[in-house]
C-alpha cells in the first residue's frame, strides 16, 4: 500500500532534500577548490576551462623545446668566446715570431705552439654540440639547424618559428676561420719553407719554419679570423636574447591561460564556507518544520 504524506510534510521533506543536495554541492566544492568539477556542473565554463588548460599545456612544451634551444645556443657561443681566447693567442705569438730575427729558431718553438693551438680551435667548435645539435661548425662537421617554435600553431611561418643555422668557424675553411697552416702563404709545418740558416756558434745548419712573409700573412689572417668569431658570437648572442625574450612571453601567456581556467571552475572558498554554514541552519528549520508537520497529522489522529 501507498503512504500518502500530507501537504506540509510533503514540503517539509522535499526542502530537506532539496538542502541535502546543496550541502553536498557545498561540501564538494570546499573539497575540491572547485566549483565546476564536471560538465555537469557547468557545460560552457568546463569545456571553456579545457580549453585553456590545454593551450597552457602546449606553451610549457614549448617552453621546453625553447630552453633546449637556448642551451644549444649558450654552448656554441661558450665554444666560439674560447675560440677567440685561443685565436688571440696564436696571434700573440706570430707577434713574437715576427719580432725575432730571421735566423732565431725560438722561431719553430712558437711555430709548433701556435699548430698545437689552432688544432684545439677545431676540437672547441667539434665539442660544442648540445642534446644532438651544434651551431659552431667546425672544419670536418657537417652544418646543422635548429628550428625554435614560439607558438603551438599548426601552420609554420617566419613569425611562428625562427630557423638557427649553424656557423662555419673551422680552422680550416675557407668560409670560416681560414687559419690552416700549410696554406694561404702561412707555410709553417715544423719547419719547412724558410732558407737554410748556418747557426755561428757550432756551424749546425737548420731550417727557420716561418719567413717574414708568411707570418705577416698569418697575423693578418688571424686578425680577421677573430673578426669572423666576433661577428659570429654577435649573432648567437641575439638569437640567445630572442629566445629568452620569447620564454618570458610563452611563461607569461601561460599563466594567464591558467589564470582564466582557475577563474572558470575555482570556488571562492570563503563564499562556500558561509554557504554551508548557511545550509546547516537551514538544515535544522527543515527538521523543525518536518517535526511540525508530523505534530498537527497526529493531532487530527487525536480527535479518533
Not at 550541502?23 to 573539497?31: D, F, G, H, M
Not at 677567440?84 to 715576427?98: D, G, H, I
Not at 638557427?164 to 707555410?187: F, P, Q, R, W
Request: aromatic share 4%.
Amino acid at each position: 500500500m501507498s503512504v500518502s504524506l500530507s501537504a506540509g510534510m510533503r514540503n517539509a521533506v522535499y526542502a530537506m532534500g532539496d538542502i541535502q543536495s546543496q550541502v553536498t554541492q557545498s561540501n564538494q566544492r570546499l573539497a575540491t577548490g572547485k566549483k565546476v568539477n564536471s560538465a555537469l556542473d557547468n557545460a560552457r565554463s568546463y569545456f571553456a576551462a579545457e580549453g585553456f588548460r590545454k593551450d597552457a599545456r602546449d606553451l610549457n612544451n614549448l617552453l621546453e623545446s625553447q630552453q633546449n634551444a637556448l642551451q644549444v645556443v649558450t654552448r656554441a657561443n661558450k665554444s666560439i668566446e674560447g675560440m677567440s681566447k685561443l685565436v688571440e693567442s696564436t696571434l700573440a705569438l706570430a707577434r713574437q715570431a715576427r719580432g725575432l730575427a730571421s735566423t732565431d729558431t725560438t722561431r719553430d718553438t712558437l711555430g709548433t705552439q701556435v699548430r698545437t693551438i689552432l688544432n684545439q680551435v677545431d676540437q672547441l667548435a667539434r665539442d660544442s654540440g648540445f642534446n644532438g645539435k651544434t651551431l659552431a661548425q667546425a672544419s670536418s662537421g657537417a652544418a646543422d639547424t635548429l628550428d625554435v617554435f614560439f607558438n603551438s600553431s599548426t601552420t609554420t611561418t617566419a613569425q611562428t618559428k625562427v630557423t638557427l643555422k649553424s656557423v662555419d668557424v673551422g680552422i680550416g675553411s675557407a668560409t670560416g676561420l681560414n687559419l690552416a697552416i700549410g696554406a694561404n702563404g702561412y707555410g709553417y709545418t715544423n719547419p719547412v719553407g724558410g732558407a737554410q740558416v748556418v747557426d755561428g756558434t757550432n756551424g749546425a745548419t737548420f731550417t727557420i719554419g716561418w719567413t717574414d712573409g708568411e707570418l705577416d700573412s698569418f697575423i693578418s689572417g688571424a686578425a680577421t679570423a677573430l673578426n669572423t668569431l666576433q661577428a659570429a658570437a654577435s649573432g648567437l648572442s641575439v638569437n640567445a636574447s630572442l629566445i629568452q625574450l620569447r620564454q618570458d612571453f610563452t611563461r607569461t601567456a601561460s599563466r594567464i591561460n591558467n589564470e582564466q581556467a582557475d577563474f572558470l571552475t575555482l570556488a571562492d572558498i570563503n563564499e562556500e564556507g558561509a554557504n554551508l554554514s548557511a545550509l546547516q541552519t537551514k538544515q535544522q528549520l527543515a527538521v523543525q518544520a518536518l517535526s511540525l508537520a508530523s505534530r498537527s497529522d497526529q493531532s487530527i489522529l487525536r480527535l479518533f
